[in-house]
């Protein structure tokens, strides 16, 4: 079953602009962390917030997690057209077992 | 650092096939993992593996489907008799640790006529 559900589902934008993406999920966690993936290629990861923490930056990206909307949301600052891929976010149960991921959000960035 | 390595890229079968997806992974990494990724399901685990000794493997779809880790560094997929609806994309992803994020092959691109 999923857990984080990502909206929206697809997002376009031009270069420069923000993109803002966000993750709803729905039992309790021990972190959440976000994917990349380009076309035909596996999913790389871009940054881990655990659930103590509020929000986290790396580089362009800023994580935001509020533990009682149970929803997080990643922000691309100043967008690039490499930036164009799919976006999941994923959750870690307790015991941090097994990641859990979301459908995903389709980023497209036009020059 | 290789990264993980999954073979084949590509593999088209017929139904009532065999198909085995092989996987390497990231020396070190004490956790590998089976993803099914497809359009209607999104990304669906398969089948945990911690330390090649399987943990979960309540999303296995059913008994066509079965996984093994020999050794830390090797571990295949096995889908008997294939069926169109095995259709999908198929990745092994691997961790070094419970709190460490996953490092993604690039996929098996399975297709079953």
């Known amino acids: 079953s999923q857990q984080g559900e990502e909206d929206p589902q697809a997002l376009s934008i031009q270069e420069g602009e923000n993109a803002t993406m966000n993750c709803s999920y729905k039992?309790?966690?021990?972190?959440l962390q976000w994917y990349r993936q380009n076309s035909g290629r596996g999913l790389v990861h871009l940054i881990l917030?655990?659930?103590?923490?509020r929000e986290k930056h790396s580089g362009r990206l800023r994580v935001t997690l509020d533990t009682s909307k149970k929803s997080s949301s990643l922000l691309i600052t100043a967008s690039r057209a490499a930036d164009t891929a799919s976006y999941f976010c994923?959750?870690?149960?307790?015991?941090?077992?097994?990641?859990?991921f979301g459908k995903g959000t389709m980023l497209l960035v036009s020059p | 650092d290789a990264g993980v390595i999954q073979s084949p890229r590509h593999e088209v079968t017929e139904m009532g096939q065999e198909v085995t997806l092989r996987c390497k992974p990231i020396?070190?990494?004490?956790?590998l993992f089976w993803y099914r990724q497809t359009m209607m399901r999104g990304l669906e685990l398969l089948i945990y593996?911690?330390?090649?000794?399987?943990?979960?493997d309540s999303g296995m779809p059913e008994d066509r489907f079965s996984a093994k880790m020999p050794n830390a560094s090797f571990s295949t997929l096995k889908i008997q008799p294939s069926e169109p609806r095995d259709s999908a994309v198929y990745f092994c992803?691997?961790?070094?640790?419970?709190?460490?994020?996953?490092?993604f092959g690039n996929g098996t691109r399975l297709t079953v006529t």
């Open positions: 994923a959750t870690s149960n307790s015991g941090y077992s097994t990641l859990t």
């Open positions: 917030i655990r659930s103590n923490e």
């Open positions: 992803a691997s961790r070094p640790d419970r709190r460490s994020p996953l490092h």
């Open positions: 593996f911690n330390n090649n000794v399987p943990i979960d």
């Open positions: 039992t309790s966690i021990n972190n």
């Open positions: 020396s070190g990494h004490n956790s």
